[in-house]
């Protein structure tokens, strides 16, 4: 393998499927059979999902909303899909702990550093919800700073894209993909990886980042065997 312990970053939205709104079933299930894959491997996996298939801050701040309490609702919503996601995955034989930043303590782990090293340790997936536990911060960030903890060797984040192109392929049938790209050029182009603090704290700790496609079947199990799968960033 080519990695030993892997951060991977999921969207919310990415958990809606073809839906609208809220958490498809059947693609949650196709995630976690990809997860699954990969732990029988042997790799050590800690996930941070997202909440927008559900509700974001921002938006909630657009409406006339207190940008710190639609920030804190976000932040549940994470810890929703993290539940959702721990159910799917022990559905399939996964031992998975989910731990939130947020003090819920009847469904999830306080997150403690150590703790969640240990579960990695003996195999077990390990879900990271609420975020930073702080107002401001994307789940960007919060996956960021979750891999530095935890001492990952890459951040994997999946997307429904496969890679980092030099304009938005949804919309521009001329854009071309990057197999590797240096941080300084992502910030130099100005291309979308993640918000600029996050991609900062990466940088800082030279943690690097593939961008790659999960909706695409065996793409994960690919990427962590070392194909050149999805967009390297790195030094």
Known sequence: MQYKRILLKLSGEALMGNKQYG????????????????????VEIAIVIGGGN?????????????RVQGDHMGMLAT?????????ALETQGIQTRLQSAIHINEVAEPFIRRRAMRHLEKGRVVIF???????????????????IEIEADVILKGT??????????EKDK???KFDSISFAD??????KVMDTTAFTLS?????????????????????VEGENIGTVVNL
């Open 54 to 66: 559900i509700f974001r801050g921002l938006t909630g701040a657009a409406m006339g909303m207190d």
């Open 23 to 42: 958490i498809d079933s059947e693609r949650l299930s196709e995630y976690a059979q990809e997860i699954k894959n990969v732990a029988d491997k042997g």
């Open 79 to 87: 810890v929703i899909n993290g539940l959702a996601l721990q159910s």
């Open 160 to 169: 429904r894209v496969d890679g980092i192109y030099t304009s938005d392929p």
């Open 203 to 223: 940088q800082e700790n030279e943690l690097p980042i593939v961008v790659f496609d999960m909706n695409k079947k065996g793409n994960l199990t690919k990427l």
């Open 186 to 191: 992502v910030l130099l182009k100005g291309l």
């Open 129 to 147: 919800g609420g975020g930073t536990g702080n107002p401001y911060f994307t789940t960007d960030s919060a996956a960021v700073l979750r891999a």
């Open 174 to 176: 001329n854009a071309t």
